[in-house]
């Protein structure tokens, strides 16, 4: 039986990625790591090396730090949500009808704002 050629998935955008969301929620390598409950150099790993998460760490990691996958598996596809679209929705979940007031009033300025210099 013949091996069959395929490219290897580079891991080092998704790591990047990891650590942009990691840093973006404020949360450091360590704690992170004990949230987890896995070794913080396993992190530093994926984050810096591209070293290969095993599925449930890929799962966990997303899933923690609302990071899109869509752009990984479908880079040349426009995704339906980015990552800066869940971190800002898993933010919004956390707001009051008060906080909540205030955001909509603040993006229908920058929009109005946007289309004023078309």
């Known amino acids: 039986m013949m091996k069959r050629e ?10 990047q990625a990891i ?5 973006a929620k404020g949360i450091s390598r360590n704690q992170l790591a004990d ?10 790993s994926i984050e810096n ?3 290969h998460p095993s599925l449930q760490i890929f799962y966990e990691l997303v899933t923690l730090l609302d990071v899109s996958v869509d752009q990984f598996f479908f880079p ?5 949500k980015s990552t800066q679209r869940r971190q800002l929705e898993s933010l919004l979940d ?3 009808d008060k906080g909540l007031r205030i955001v909509t009033a603040t993006a229908k ?5 946007e289309t004023e210099d078309e």
């Not at 040349?76 to 339906?80: P, R, S």
């Open 94 to 96: 956390d707001m009051s």
């Open 19 to 23: 650590k942009a969301a990691r840093k």
């Open 76 to 80: 040349d596809k426009e995704t339906d």
């Open 109 to 113: 300025e920058i929009k109005e704002v």
């Open 6 to 15: 395929i490219d290897k998935y580079d891991f080092k955008a998704f790591g």
């Open 49 to 51: 090396s591209g070293q």
């Open 35 to 44: 949230q987890m409950h896995i070794a913080p150099r396993y992190i530093a």
